[in-house]
């Protein structure tokens, strides 16, 4: 099995941390990773259902998972 590449692992490790306030994370995305917000959260969502991304960080990974399967059944 293949490596995340290093914005793949750049985009788990956002997940990671905390965030003081709002569009600190917004600016942070564009700032580190050179990705506007949406393409991000679309590249986030594609990482939630691969193997690798799961293997690299499974508690971030799970805890999103989680978060995104609860706000599916909301709707």
């Known amino acids: ?10 985009i788990l490790a956002m997940e990671r941390q905390g965030w003081p306030g709002p569009g600190a994370k ?3 995305i564009r700032e580190r990773l050179g990705l506007v917000p949406v393409r991000y ?3 986030l969502n594609a990482l939630l259902d691969d193997p690798r991304a799961l293997a690299h960080d ?5 805890r999103l998972r989680r978060i995104r399967d609860a706000r599916r059944a909301e709707r």
């Open 41 to 43: 959260y679309q590249l």
């Open 1 to 10: 099995m293949e490596e995340l590449t290093a914005r793949e692992r750049g």
């Open 26 to 28: 917004e600016r942070a």
């Open 58 to 62: 499974p508690v971030t990974v799970n």
